[in-house]
């Protein structure tokens, strides 16, 4: 099993920067690849940034230029840096786990940017 611990949510203005940390526990040898999703409400949950094992990285057509997702295998933990932020980009955020029994999920953060 993996746990999934997320951070650094809150509010913030269009233009500003916040980072998102996931950090994660259990049986983290197992996990492929970690993430980040954004739900707002009425809409789909939608994938924002992904980085398998190999450093491999991928980006919602949003956010690419303002998000960088990393991660520390030292500490176990992925990185959202959100910079340049929209009030298109209030969600909810939920740091993923992608392994080869289950994917896992952290409780959610928000983020709301205000105009």
């Known amino acids: 099993q993996v746990q999934l611990v997320e951070s650094g949510g809150g509010l913030v203005q269009a233009g500003g920067s916040l980072r998102l940390s996931c950090a994660a526990s259990?049986?983290?040898?197992?996990?492929?690849?970690m993430g980040w999703y954004r739900q707002a409400p009425g809409k789909q949950r939608e994938l924002v940034a992904a980085?398998?094992?190999?450093?491999?990285?991928h980006y919602a057509d949003s956010v690419k230029g303002r998000f960088t997702i990393s991660r520390d295998g030292a500490k176990n933990t992925v990185y959202l840096q959100m910079n340049s932020l929209k009030p298109e980009d209030t969600a909810d955020y939920y740091c993923?786990?992608?392994?080869?029994?289950?994917?896992?999920w952290g409780q959610g953060i928000q983020v709301t940017v205000s105009s």
């Open positions: 993923n786990a992608d392994s080869v029994i289950d994917d896992y």
């Open positions: 259990g049986s983290i040898f197992s996990i492929n690849t």
């Open positions: 980085i398998d094992r190999g450093g491999s990285t």
